[in-house]
Structure formats: C-alpha cells, structure tokens
C-alpha cells in the first residue's frame, strides 16, 4: 500500500492499519534487538545466522535463494569494483544522523589500510556441495525479506504523508532506541535542523539528503525533511538487501555512475533520471527472442 498512492491518501491509512496489527500496542517490544546482534562474534557467519534466527520475532518472513551475495558482497577481495566501498559507505553505516553516527551494529571492511568494501554482517553465503573433489558449490542465502523493522519504518512513512509528524517521529525513535546509541530523542526541531541545513547531494560531494522527485506531493519542508529522515533510517536499517531500489524509484531519485580513480577523483559517467525508461528492469533476452516485446531503452 506504500507504494500505490492514491489521491485521497487512503493507502496511508491502510499501511498504518495493517503495520499496527503486525507491530502490536508496543511496538518496541516487536523491533529487532540490535544491541544483542551487533554484540556478537563480527566474524564469519555468526552474525548473519542470528539475523535469519527464524525464531527471532523480527522476521516476519524468511526467504531461501540460489544467490552468490553473501560471498561477492562480503569483505573479501571479489566483486571490488561497484562494491559498498567507504565513499558510499558514508551515506550509510558510517554516515551521520540526527542521532549521531554511533550504531550497534559494526562494519567490517576487506582492509584496514586501503579498503575497497565495507559492510554491515548481515547477510553469509551457505554452501551446496556439487563436487568435493573439484570443490565446486552452489551459493545460497537467506533473506529476511519482511522485519518488523521495515514495517515500522513503513507506518513512519505513512504517518508523514498524512502530515501526522508526531506519530511518525515516535516510530522514528523506537527505531533510533533500538538501532543506535544515541539517547536523545528525535523532535521536528532537530529533524528540520539536520536535514534542512544539509547541502543536497552531487556526485563529488556526497550527503545524504538526495533531491526528491516523487508523482505525489511533498506539501512543506517539515515534511520532506521527515521523509529525508525516514529514508535515512531505511537506508541503514535495510543496507545489502536490495530495498533502497525501491526508495529510489518511489522518490524518483537521480542515481549517478561514478567513476574514482586512484587518488580519490570522482568522473561521472552515466546517470539515471526519473524518466529514464532503464529504471524498468529489462526482461530476460531469451523471452524477447521468443517475440515479447522488450522493455524500451533510449540507450
């Protein structure tokens, strides 16, 4: 319902009714415990073992697939060059908040020196043996593809376009109670102080306040700079499992291919605007060969 607006906003109101059957009178109570997870072993697979915990009440529904990310996206020497590196890594797991930047959950990198990935362990690769003695497998994971956590920050939303900014900003601080370290309180004050003194972002200068071009309206600057806030707590909450492609597209956020160099120098050689047809995934090549229409590029 998030994503299909509707112009008497009544979509909103049904992800708050449906959020607050999922999250219960005290939703607190529901959201992951954080502290306990970023307090375990960073090393190996402990970490996102306990976060596909299936007994782990925050996982609302858990999903096995044929997947080499937990391998090519971990803090190891492959997949370096459109990795989660430290630049991006500053508009999320090492980025600065009206919370501050002190989360529960610690990152890891491939090297302390010069690293080229930075990661949050969530998410491992678990191993099908093909052939032991070739020593081939089959990757797999496990993707916690509904949380509780996601579903609050789903009604915080929800809350915002409905212009109702208290509700939304008490469902901000249980995610900033359960997520970070910080214990002091969210208020529209210091929301509109964050965010609205941000610069927006540009390729070379990046923050994490990106320009929003949704279909619907953003009816103030209260409440853009909630949803500014909202999408940043997403963005942490939910790095490496592939929803901010959603934020993106529901915004209508400009997304840019840079190119660094050695020394650090960003190139920009690609963007993707709004209106740009390749937002839309293309279909696979072996169905347009069998005469379904492919999905148009101007590029």
């Known amino acids: 319902y998030l994503y299909y607006v509707k112009s008497d906003k009544s979509n909103y109101t049904k992800v708050i009714d449906?959020?607050?059957?999922?999250?219960?009178?005290?939703?607190?109570?529901?959201?992951?415990?954080?502290?306990s997870l970023g307090a375990l072993d960073i090393n190996g697979s402990v970490q996102p073992n306990a976060y596909v915990d299936a007994t782990n009440g925050a996982n609302l529904l858990l999903v096995s697939a044929g997947s080499y990310w937990g391998?090519?996206?971990?803090?190891?020497?492959?997949?370096?060059?459109?990795?989660h590196g430290p630049k991006v890594g500053n508009e999320t797991c090492n980025s600065v908040g009206p919370w501050g930047s002190d989360y529960y959950m610690g990152v890891w990198s491939n090297s302390s020196a010069l690293p080229t990935k930075i990661v949050v362990m969530k998410i491992t690769q678990y191993k099908e043996v093909v052939d032991?003695?070739?020593?081939?497998?089959?990757?797999?994971?496990?993707?916690?593809?509904?949380?509780?956590?996601?579903?609050?920050?789903c009604r915080a939303e929800a809350y915002a376009m409905k212009e109702m900014y208290p509700q939304a900003i008490a469902d901000l601080n249980i995610w900033r109670e359960a997520y970070t370290r910080s214990t002091t309180p969210l208020t529209t004050e210091s929301i509109n102080d964050f965010y609205g003194s941000m610069e927006y972002y540009t390729p070379t200068e990046s923050t994490v306040k990106k320009k929003l071009n949704p279909d619907f309206t953003i009816t103030n600057e209260t409440q853009e700079n909630v949803i500014h806030c909202i999408l940043h707590a997403r963005r942490l909450t939910t790095l490496h499992e592939g929803l901010r492609w959603q934020d993106i597209k529901r915004y209508g956020i400009?997304?840019?291919?840079?190119?660094?160099?050695?020394?650090?120098?960003i190139t920009v050689t690609d963007k993707l605007e709004p209106n740009d047809p390749r937002r839309a995934i293309q279909?696979?090549?072996?169905?347009?060969?069998?005469?379904?229409?492919?999905?148009?590029?101007?590029?």
């Open 254 to 265: 400009t997304i840019y291919r840079r190119l660094m160099n050695d020394n650090g120098t």
């Open 71 to 83: 391998y090519v996206h971990a803090p190891y020497g492959l997949g370096e060059r459109y990795a």
């Open 18 to 35: 449906y959020a607050t059957k999922v999250l219960g009178s005290n939703p607190a109570t529901s959201v992951r415990d954080w502290k």
């Open 132 to 153: 032991a003695v070739a020593g081939t497998i089959n990757g797999h994971m496990i993707n916690a593809a509904f949380t509780t956590d996601e579903t609050l920050l």
């Open 283 to 299: 279909i696979p090549s072996d169905v347009i060969s069998a005469g379904l229409k492919p999905n148009p590029r101007t590029k």
